[in-house]
């Protein structure tokens, strides 16, 4: 049988790992440089962390100290991959709880393999169902996410990030016109090889919350942490 390109064992890896009933939303850390995958190869990231913001007028304090976060990866041609997340999602708002979401991207390497330094751009779109004041409501965040990266030393390599996520709830009270943020900030972390095919990235990024819910203003700030393991196949 011919060997498949690689952007087809690509579609046929993540149609068999998604899963059948989506779920979905976006989270503000990446967890990772901006290396992409070579052409067929694949990752695999799992770890958890936590969100705090303070929005409103007068402010309201969020904390939400556990966040699963899963992902997968695959790269498709050279400089470019591509990603699909599961994770906690955790709005800067007390009134909507925590859901489960997931995200899917798009990663393009714009400097040359090998580069000291590496840059990449990535964009996508979640969705999530999410829970507010008790009603269960679907929410999409398309998002665009700029990463730079330098190894420091043997086995590390560090990197920064700026991410701008757009988020709208059009089935809740009021429509997108009152139900919408928008999450801008930037994030830093460092990837740790622990082997040749097992790393461990811790990752903290601040974030400014701008919008509404329920027609009511709801501006503020916030910080994500987080570390997950990857692992390259």
Do not use: C
């Not at 990446?30 to 990231?45: K, R, V």
């Not at 008790?134 to 420091?152: E, M, N, T």
């Not at 990752?203 to 393991?229: C, H, M, P, T, W």
């Amino acid at each position: 049988m011919p060997r498949q390109p690689a952007w087809a064992r690509a579609a046929v890896f993540l149609a068999l790992t998604l899963p059948h009933a989506a779920m979905a939303g976006s989270w503000l850390l990446g967890f990772a440089p901006a290396d992409t995958l070579a052409p067929g190869n694949f990752s695999a990231i799992a770890g958890t962390g936590g969100q705090i913001s303070i929005v409103g007028n007068p402010s309201e304090t969020s904390f939400t100290p556990f966040l699963a976060h899963a992902g997968i990866r695959a790269g498709l041609a050279d400089g470019w991959d591509i990603g699909y997340r599961l994770a906690t999602v955790a709005l800067p708002y007390s009134a909507v709880g925590p859901s489960l979401g997931s995200e899917i991207d798009i990663k393009h390497r714009l400097t040359p393999a090998g580069s000291p330094w590496s840059v990449a751009l990535v964009a996508g779109i979640g969705y999530a169902y999410l829970d507010i004041q008790g009603q269960s409501r679907s929410a999409w965040s398309p998002g665009a996410d700029l990463v730079i990266s330098h190894p420091i030393a043997r086995g590390y390599t560090a990197f920064a990030d700026l991410r701008y996520v757009y988020t709208i709830i059009p089935t809740a009270q009021g429509g997108t016109g009152a139900n919408h943020y928008t999450a801008a900030g930037p994030g830093a972390g460092v990837k740790i090889k622990l082997t040749d095919a097992v790393s461990l990235t811790p990752e903290i990024g601040a974030f400014d919350f701008n919008g509404k819910l329920s027609n009511r203003s709801a501006n503020g700030v916030g910080i994500q942490y987080g570390a997950v393991l990857g692992f390259h196949f």
